[in-house]
C-alpha cells in the first residue's frame, strides 16, 4: 500500500519533545491532555478517593466526639440526680419522719411500745 492510500486518522500522534508548561496551556486545558498527565490519571484519581475517605472519617470522628462528651454530661447530671434521690429518700426512711409523716396524713397508726414476740410452731 501506498502512503497516500494509509487513512490518516489512525496514525499516532506524536507528542512534541519541545513543549513545556505555560499558563496558557493551562487555561487552554492543553495540560490534561499531555501524555505524562494521561498517565498519572489513576494515581490522580487514587489521591482524590483517599482525600474523601480521610474527610468522611474526619466527619465521623468528630461527631464521635461530641456525642461522647454530651453522653459523658449526661451520666454527671444522672449521677448527682442518683446521689440526691438517695439522700432524699435515706431522710424520708427515718423513723422520727415517718412518724411526723403519719401524724400529718392522720392515717390513725400508732408505734407498737411493746417488744417483738417470735412464733415458733412445731410440726407434728
Same mark, same amino acid.
Given at each position: 500500500?501506498?502512503? !497516500?492510500?494509509?487513512?490518516?486518522?489512525?496514525? !499516532?500522534? =506524536? *507528542?512534541?519533545? %519541545?513543549q513545556q508548561f505555560s499558563f496558557r496551556s493551562l487555561i487552554d486545558g492543553n495540560v490534561?491532555?499531555?501524555?505524562?498527565?494521561?498517565? /498519572? @490519571?489513576?494515581?490522580? @484519581?487514587?489521591?482524590?478517593?483517599?482525600?474523601?475517605?480521610?474527610? @468522611? +472519617? =474526619?466527619?465521623?470522628?468528630?461527631?464521635?466526639?461530641?456525642?461522647? +462528651?454530651?453522653?459523658?454530661?449526661?451520666?454527671?447530671?444522672?449521677?448527682? /440526680?442518683?446521689?440526691?434521690?438517695?439522700?432524699?429518700?435515706?431522710?424520708?426512711?427515718?423513723?422520727?419522719?415517718?412518724?411526723?409523716?403519719?401524724? !400529718?396524713? *392522720?392515717? %390513725?397508726?400508732?408505734? +407498737?411500745?411493746?417488744?417483738?414476740?417470735?412464733?415458733?410452731?412445731?410440726?407434728?
Amino acid at each position: 500500500m501506498s502512503r !497516500e492510500r494509509k487513512n490518516i486518522e489512525f496514525e !499516532e500522534v =506524536r *507528542e512534541e519533545k %519541545g513543549q513545556q508548561f505555560s499558563f496558557r496551556s493551562l487555561i487552554d486545558g492543553n495540560v490534561l491532555t499531555q501524555r505524562a498527565v494521561i498517565r /498519572q @490519571a489513576p494515581f490522580m @484519581a487514587l489521591l482524590v478517593l483517599l482525600a474523601l475517605i480521610m474527610i @468522611a +472519617n =474526619r466527619n465521623h470522628a468528630e461527631k464521635l466526639v461530641i456525642r461522647s +462528651n454530651a453522653l459523658q454530661t449526661e451520666v454527671k447530671e444522672l449521677r448527682s /440526680q442518683a446521689i440526691t434521690t438517695s439522700s432524699e429518700l435515706m431522710t424520708v426512711s427515718r423513723q422520727s419522719r415517718v412518724e411526723q409523716l403519719v401524724r !400529718e396524713k *392522720e392515717l %390513725g397508726l400508732t408505734e +407498737n411500745k411493746e417488744p417483738l414476740k417470735k412464733l415458733v410452731i412445731e410440726k407434728k
